[in-house]
Structures are given as C-alpha cells and as structure tokens.
C-alpha cells in the first residue's frame, strides 16, 4: 500500500524563523512528488517534483526531491504570518485516478 | 469506518456526451470538494458543497459543469458535452465541519481515490 508520511504534524515558530517540513514517501510507480498549502478554502498547489536533486523555487519557498533516499522537504525561509497553514505533501503514481496519496500533512503556525 | 467513495474509477466519454461522477463522503461528513488535476498543474479546487447547498464554486468553469450534493445520496459532479480538455483525474474530499473556520488539525479533508475521465 502506497505510504506518504509528513514531519512534523505540527509546528510553531516566530516571525522571521526558517522551517523545514520533511516529507518520505513509498510510492508504486512513483512519477512526482506535489507539495500543496491548505488554508481556509481548499488546497493550493505549490511544487511538483519530478527529478531528484533539483531545487525548485517560488520566493521564500523552495522544495527538493531526493528519489534514492524517498523524501522530500519544503523550505520557508523569513517565516511571516500569512504562511500559517496546512502543508501537504502527495505522492503521484501516475496513470490511474488511484495514483495520489496524501499525507496527513504539516500544521505550521506562525506567531507574531 | 469507510473513507471517500468515488465512481466509477475510470470514465471514458466520446466528445459531446455526458459524464456524471459520484462522491460518496465518509460517514458524519457533510461537507465536499471537488478538485480536478491537470497533467502539469497540481490539484485545482473547482467546488465546495454543503448538503443541498452550493458553498463556493469560484473554481467551476461557467459553463457545462454542474454540482450538486443532494440530502440523500452522493455528490454528483457532471459535465455536459464534454471536450477533450476536460481529461483529468478529478478528485472528491470531505470534511466533518467547514474549512472556514481554517484547520484546525492536520486531517481536515479527507481524499477519495478520484476518476479518471478520458474523453475520446
């Protein structure tokens, strides 16, 4: 059975701290990895990870994929309030509408 | 406890015809999101659906695609006259309050397997 796993389930931290989500996965036919921010409304999409090694980047965000190792990890650097959320990480399989496995996901709080 | 039920799996249209997807949420959930996922582009809300009310449909293409989350039976996502852009993996969730309210915990929706729409 396909296995995605998030560390910590939660997390609080001040402004303008670092933080490090981790994710490992054990995928079936593993084709990416997404990391998705959940707020109020419904997920949204941050990353796709396909290749290993390769940092991906969106302002304060960054994600890299290790595929040896099976794990991921999202980085925010500068920590503001509005990062506070539910982060989720998923793994894709590929093919079929049963490829999609999400963790439980990473509950960060930031503090004033 | 049974988690989110979605059928069929798999659904194969021809361009023109209709497709019907169904969410069963888990049991005590009465509210649903339907999202669909592109190759490419991640997972994109499309509708949250309260029982026989309509919450948020911002994510919804104005035409064609229909929701609804009747008081007794599983949610119905349709879309009439299908296209072939409309191929996707489209994925239902539940959840046991409403997100308005932001998480309050690391499972607060709960993912069905998805159907796999192709349209020929």
């Known amino acids: 059975e396909d296995k995605v796993v998030q560390s910590p389930l939660s997390l609080v931290v001040h402004e303008g701290d670092t933080v490090t989500l981790n994710c490992s996965y054990e995928?079936?036919?593993?084709?990416?990895l997404l990391w998705y921010k959940q707020e109020k409304k419904a997920p949204t999409f941050l990353f796709m990870l396909t290749s290993s090694g390769i940092e991906k980047k969106s302002g304060r965000l960054s994600s890299i994929l290790d595929k040896k190792e099976l794990f991921s990890i999202l980085n925010i650097t500068a920590t503001q309030t509005g990062d506070s959320a539910v982060y989720l990480c998923a793994g894709f399989s590929g093919g079929g509408a049963d490829g999609l496995t999400f963790g439980k996901g990473t509950h960060l709080i930031i503090q004033p | 406890n049974a988690g989110v039920m979605q059928n069929p799996r798999h659904l194969v249209r021809r361009r023109g015809q209709e497709a019907r997807l169904r969410c069963s949420p888990m049991k005590g959930h009465s509210h649903v999101y339907w999202y669909r996922q592109l190759p490419e582009e991640g997972l994109k809300f499309m509708v949250y659906?309260?029982?026989?009310?309509?919450?948020?449909e911002s994510g919804m293409p104005k035409e064609r695609f229909s929701a609804e989350f009747p008081k007794e039976g599983p949610s119905i996502l349709r879309i009439q006259q299908v296209v072939r852009g409309d191929s996707a993996a489209y994925f239902c969730?539940?959840?046991?309050?409403?997100?308005?309210?932001?998480?309050?915990?690391?499972?607060?929706?709960?993912f069905g397997p998805g159907t796999r729409l192709t349209v020929l």
């Open positions: 659906l309260q029982k026989e009310n309509i919450i948020d």
């Open positions: 969730a539940s959840s046991p309050r409403s997100l308005a309210g932001g998480p309050s915990g690391t499972d607060t929706q709960y």
């Open positions: 995928v079936t036919n593993f084709r990416s």
